[in-house]
């Protein structure tokens, strides 16, 4: 089953701050977060591997709930060149089956 | 540029044909995914190959058949498809193919398919 995301879609003005959250109902191992622009294959954003881990990436980081089974990306300072549909990612253990997220669509206006 | 090419980038065929989509990595990955991606609707995942042998099928109909010949190229052979098929399909890859590191994928810019 898929991993949900919220909220579906979300308006920002330049320069607002957005969160998306990811949740699932099996166990998470990994997360990772893709940006897919209009007409474009999906870009890598970053990979989560531990528990309560953060990353970041310029003014875009993501936290790893593991106990919650859930992770967020908080999106800071938002830029024109946010905008884009974004998935979270996860495999099940023990199995080659990668899957996405419900998706997340941003739309930064200037 | 990300390292994965796909041809063709566009595709409209009869419910009778029989097309063959084809994807190129030069990233030296051992993993190739087909994914496929309908308006409105999240990524869904077809197979998997690692080292050139199928290791998920994700309940795919029959009237796709994929095929990986070697570490580089993937392709996916279309026969006798319905117009729900129309969709984007997006190939990738990736060095891991298991493991918490198999969700770093490289994707190609997709073929749209239309079947009319």
């Known amino acids: 089953q898929q991993p949900v995301q919220s909220p579906q879609a979300v308006i920002l003005r330049e320069g607002e701050d957005a969160v998306i959250n990811c949740s699932s109902s099996?166990?998470?191992?990994?997360v990772h977060w893709y940006r897919q622009k209009h007409g474009e294959a999906p870009v890598f954003l970053m990979i989560?591997?531990?528990?309560?881990e953060q990353k970041g990436h310029d003014k875009i980081s993501a936290s790893f709930n593991e106990k919650k089974q859930q992770s967020s990306l908080y999106l800071t300072a938002s830029q024109l060149s946010y905008s884009g549909t974004y998935f979270c990612?996860?495999?099940?253990?023990?199995?080659?089956?990668?899957?996405f997220g419900t998706g997340t669509r941003l739309k930064v206006l200037a | 540029e990300t390292g994965v090419t796909q041809t063709p980038r566009h595709l409209v065929m009869g419910m009778t044909n029989k097309k063959s989509l084809k994807c190129e990595q030069h990233?030296?990955?051992?993993?190739m995914y087909w994914y496929k991606q309908s308006a409105k609707k999240p990524l869904e995942l077809m197979f998997v190959?690692?080292?050139?042998?199928?290791?998920e099928n994700n309940s795919v109909p029959s009237r796709f058949s994929p095929e990986c010949p070697n570490s580089s190229h993937l392709f996916l052979h279309l026969h006798t498809l319905q117009p729900e098929d129309s969709a984007l399909y997006l190939c990738?890859?990736?060095?891991?193919?298991?493991?918490?590191?198999?969700?770093?994928?490289?994707f190609g810019e997709g073929s749209r398919l239309t079947v009319l």
């Open positions: 990233l030296g990955h051992n993993a």
């Open positions: 990612g996860t495999i099940t253990s023990g199995t080659y089956k990668y899957i």
């Open positions: 990738a890859s990736s060095q891991d193919p298991s493991g918490p590191r198999a969700g770093e994928l490289f």
């Open positions: 989560l591997l531990k528990g309560g």
């Open positions: 190959y690692s080292l050139e042998e199928r290791v």
């Open positions: 099996k166990a998470l191992y990994s």
